[in-house]
């Protein structure tokens, strides 16, 4: 039997999401280990709405439950304040709107003490609105392997992490934390967080059981729906490159860096071909003056993805104007195959 002592913090980053707020923090409650052997750290984020009285409302019933109040500073400042006053073995993180199934921490903990592992990645399943389970993308998953093999960090980032940088997918030992914290001000913080986070670990391993909700709804903070977002969603998305290039030098295998590259500036080049040439200019240099073509096919499984990849290599710039007449003739109402 374990001892009675705090074995997990759930730390929630909290800010306007009060219609989804109660169904996140009933999800936390509703598990199969006491009260005592864990904590909700709900850390609201300067949230204008009915956020802060509602956290104080679970806070002045539940004993393992503490709030913390703080100027609005974004979700991975959200997150390293609750890092800051954890006191669990382990930690977890729950966004807002999303939810855990009933009674699977007990199996999480047990997982962790009983191969002394640093890192657990367990399965998760995407909920609409009205809480049905679908599928956004035909394969939502590819390239995640959630095998109970135990390994050390760089070999799960290379051969079973897939695209699958989500803070919200692990449970770590805390210990790992002290010196990896969120970098703050960022799009896509969890990309850059994960490999840091993994590769500091030396033992690893998944469970293929579905622990986690997550919740796709209108006003992701990462789609960029106006023009001011989307400078700022390039941007951080070419300093995750960058940030890349550097970390790529410090593995003895470099196969994640380099396949997650790629499919950063795929995207990137996507977007850019949303845009009028003369916008663009700036950031092809940024991506050039990288020097990080030609970059990877190795893990793309899709022809048609190959090919363009194969074009990008050959000419960013050819690239986009082709993306962008291919755009023009379909907004046109002209289909081709």
Known sequence: ????????????????????????????????????????????????????KI??????????????????????????????????????FVDSDDYIEPNVLDALI????????????????????????????????????????????????NNRLGQMCYAWAFIIRRELLKDCIFKE?????????????LLKAKRVSSTPTIVYSYLWREGSITLPDNPIKRKKVLEDKIALIRGFVEQRKLVKDPIWFEWMTSFITMTILNMLAAMPDVKCKPYLKELEDLQIYPISIKREKVLSHKIKTIMANLNPSLYCIIMRITQSLFRNGLNYN
């Open 1 to 52: 039997m374990r001892k009675m002592k705090c074995k997990l913090s759930i730390i929630v980053p909290i800010y306007k999401v009060a219609q989804y707020l109660c169904k996140c923090v009933d999800s936390l409650l509703a598990q199969d280990i006491l009260s005592s052997e864990y904590e909700i750290i709900l850390v609201d984020d300067g949230s204008p709405d009915e956020c802060p």
């Open 55 to 92: 956290c104080d409302s679970y806070a002045d019933i539940y004993d393992n439950i503490r709030v913390v109040h703080r100027e609005n500073g974004g979700l991975s400042a959200a997150r390293n304040s609750g890092i800051e006053i954890a006191r669990g073995e382990y930690v977890m």
């Open 110 to 157: 047990e997982r962790m003490d009983e191969d002394n592992l640093d890192v657990l990645r367990y399965n998760y399943q995407n909920v609409n609105e009205h809480y049905e389970v679908f599928n956004p993308y035909r394969a939502p998953k590819r390239d995640v392997d959630y095998s109970e093999k135990v390994t050390d960090g760089e070999d799960f980032l």
């Open 185 to 197: 001000g960022i799009y896509f913080e969890d990309t850059e967080w994960t490999p840091r986070m």
